[in-house]
T-cell receptor, first 115, second 115 residues
């Protein structure tokens, strides 16, 4: 079974631009979460989507947005990029079950550099 | 609110010696606990989880973790460390009384296994 796929792996953007990152979850996984990882702040939760609906949201400004499609693929968008948005963006999927104890499965991330 | 602490930024251990990476947590309900490992330029890989039952949980690559409810801890252990175990380790918690709640990750502990 293929794992979580994130594209692109690397991105270099300029301040003020916008960027879209893509995530394809493991087949059958309907929950997709996004995390930002930086050396100073660690792993910070951005948002989670389930069945095309945002279920949870972290404490990030409105410049960060996401969506999920009917095939569970997800995109996140960052508008008006700032230098501080440079980070590794990780997508994770999980299978939903009645006991909701299944782990997250992560992709290898998109490394975004804002110059 | 949920929280996870990993009191050590860095753990150094000699190859062949036992290793312990510490984790303490706080949740309002009963916890679901997870350990993940991250190698350079990769996403997080799931190692093991505690849901209920035996306090000693066995996982991938010879790792195990001990759940201690009274100390609210979930320390990761391995009887004999390998150089290839050198990586960044994250503990995570999810409150099982709150369906749809996101995972909360600790700040990470960098493990260095010295040959």
């Amino acid at each position: 079974k293929a794992g979580v796929t994130q594209t692109p792996r690397y991105l270099i953007k300029t301040r003020g631009q916008q960027v879209t990152l893509s995530c394809s979850p493991i087949s059958g996984h309907r929950s997709v979460s996004w995390y930002q990882q930086t050396p100073g702040q660690g792993l910070q939760f951005l948002f989670e989507y389930f069945s095309e609906t945002q279920r949870n949201k972290g404490n990030f400004p409105g410049r960060f947005s996401g969506r999920q499609f009917s095939n569970s693929r997800s995109e996140m968008n960052v508008s008006t990029l700032e230098l501080g948005d440079s980070a590794l963006y990780l997508c994770a999927s999980r299978i939903e079950s009645s006991s909701y104890n299944s782990p997250l499965h992560f992709g290898n991330g998109t490394r975004l550099t804002v110059t | 609110a949920q929280s996870v602490a990993q009191p050590e930024d860095q753990v150094n251990v000699a190859e062949g010696n036992p290793l312990t990476v510490k984790c303490t947590y706080s949740v309002s309900g009963n916890p679901y606990l997870f350990w993940y490992v991250q190698y350079p330029n990769r996403g997080l890989q799931f190692l093991l989880k505690y849901i209920t039952g035996d306090n000693l949980v066995k996982g991938s690559y010879g790792f195990e973790a001990e759940f201690n409810k009274s100390q609210t801890s979930f320390h990761l252990k391995k009887p004999s460390a390998l150089v290839s175990d050198s990586a960044l380790y994250f503990c995570a918690v999810r409150d099982n009384g709150n369906y749809g709640q996101n995972f909360v990750f600790g700040p990470g502990t960098r493990l260095s296994v010295l040959p």
